[in-house]
């Protein structure tokens, strides 16, 4: 892996400048992360690719070579990108969360969930992770859409009423991570996927 000062621009350097040693470091890697993938892919040189990633920003590159979406954990960063836009989301599948209280504040009236025997923290985590999957297709706010996408795991999709939005949803593990990915009109066979692992060495 290339080290992340070698490839990063110098706005992303100076981006880095202002924000705390350790966010400062995890900004340059991923963003250095990013841009050794779309290298890999699209054959550019990575500090030529037109990226556009700002804290706390969805990340963008021109519509001419695609859309990427990305998702991180405490140690780890995934990268997903096609040609159409696309969302991701990454959850540990250990992950320790009050799943009860978030399936009833957020899910229960727009899930499968019917009762509370069908409540539980799998089920729960997959449905967080869709919505986040979808949140992001969509360039939305979690805060503001959460409870208003529509988990419906054994139809594979994910739908949004109020904005009459139907996504096709992947959901698979890989390792100790709960993956989904969100596009329209298109679903993924699960061996159409390429995961570069680079382990947890790198952030």
Known sequence: MIGSKQISTSEEKEIARNLPCKRAKVFLESRAFIRECLSNLLDIEPLEIPLKAYPGEIPKI???????????????????????????DMEKTNRVFNYKSLAEKYFRK????????????????????????????????????????????????????????ELQLNQFEYKDWTISIAMQNKKYQNDQFVICDYGNNYF
């Not at 021109?62 to 991701?88: A, F, M, Q, Y």
């Not at 992770?129 to 208003?148: F, P, Q, R, Y």
């Open 62 to 88: 021109p519509k001419e070579l695609g859309n990427i979406s990305i998702s991180h954990t405490k140690d780890t960063l995934i990268v997903i990108w096609d040609e159409n836009r696309i969302g991701i």
């Open 110 to 165: 727009h899930t499968e969930m019917t009762d509370k025997l069908k409540i539980n923290k799998n089920y729960v985590l997959k449905n967080w992770s869709a919505v986040e999957a979808a949140i992001k297709w969509d360039g939305g706010k979690l805060s503001k859409d959460l409870k208003n996408w529509k988990y419906l795991k054994k139809k594979g999709k994910i739908i949004h009423e109020n904005k009459k939005i």
